[in-house]
């Protein structure tokens, strides 16, 4: 089905670690987002990248990189990984008519 | 910067009946769009209705409908015929129309509705 895949699901770190979640819509749209969620709050925007070729920040974008690969692919980096990034990351996509989300990785940082 | 407001953490609903979801908001845009999500247990995000600001009528879409005041920067979500897959959170959200030919949203949510149905 097209959509909007997610790597990994879940993912433990040790604080100070380092990795990339993956992002990938086949779904042709030119805007991509990373959103957070934390407890008792709504998602909030970390990066997105309007285009393929650009990025901009968000809401929350200290601790995190992004890359926009090519039109389909978009990915978060955290460098040093602190507990305060312990959520559940979602990536999106859209078109004129709205988003598509991918199904979210539940990272937790120890 | 924008602002979304849900001042009801959790609701409860006899199966077959109607409830409605508030939500308002803050923004000085005068066209913009409004969204309603679901996220079920699974996590999902499920776009369940959307509302363009400079459109004058009620987005409706089966059982869901919402009541959208633009002067009082209010938009509320009902729920018809209320059913167990239902139960979930629900989240309302607002974008600027920054650049809706590309498709680019900046979507800012609220902290969502926890919606329980009584069978």
């Known amino acids: 089905n097209a959509g909007v895949t997610q790597t990994p699901k879940f993912q433990v770190l040790k604080t100070g670690q380092s990795m990339t979640l993956q992002c990938a819509q086949d779904?042709?749209?030119?805007?991509m987002y990373w959103y957070r969620q934390d407890p008792g709050m709504g998602l909030r925007l970390i990066y997105y990248?309007?285009?393929?070729?650009?990025?901009d920040k968000g809401e929350v974008p200290n601790g995190y990189n992004v890359s926009r690969l090519n039109k389909r692919e978009f990915s978060l980096r955290l460098e040093s990984a602190a507990p305060s990034q312990t959520s559940v990351y979602f990536c999106?996509?859209?078109?004129?008519?709205?988003?598509?989300f991918g199904s979210g990785t539940r990272l937790t940082v120890v | 910067a924008q602002t979304v407001t849900q001042s009801q953490p959790e609701m409860s609903v006899q199966e077959a009946e109607t409830v409605t979801l508030s939500c308002t908001y803050d923004?000085?845009?005068?066209?913009?769009?409004l969204f309603w999500y679901k996220q079920p247990p699974s996590r999902q995000m499920i776009l369940v209705i959307r509302?363009?600001?400079?459109?004058?009528q009620n987005a409706t879409e089966n059982r869901f409908s919402v009541n959208f005041q633009k002067a009082a920067k209010s938009f509320s979500l009902k729920i018809s015929d209320s059913q167990l897959g239902d139960a979930a959170m629900y989240f309302c959200?607002?974008?600027?129309?920054?650049?809706?030919?590309?498709?680019?949203?900046?979507?800012?949510f609220g902290k969502g509705t926890k919606l329980s149905v009584i069978p």
């Open positions: 779904m042709n749209h030119n805007s």
């Open positions: 999106a996509s859209s078109d004129r008519y709205g988003y598509t």
């Open positions: 509302q363009e600001a400079y459109k004058q």
């Open positions: 990248s309007a285009s393929e070729g650009t990025t």
């Open positions: 959200a607002y974008s600027p129309i920054l650049n809706s030919g590309a498709g680019s949203y900046q979507l800012t």
């Open positions: 923004t000085s845009e005068s066209d913009y769009y």
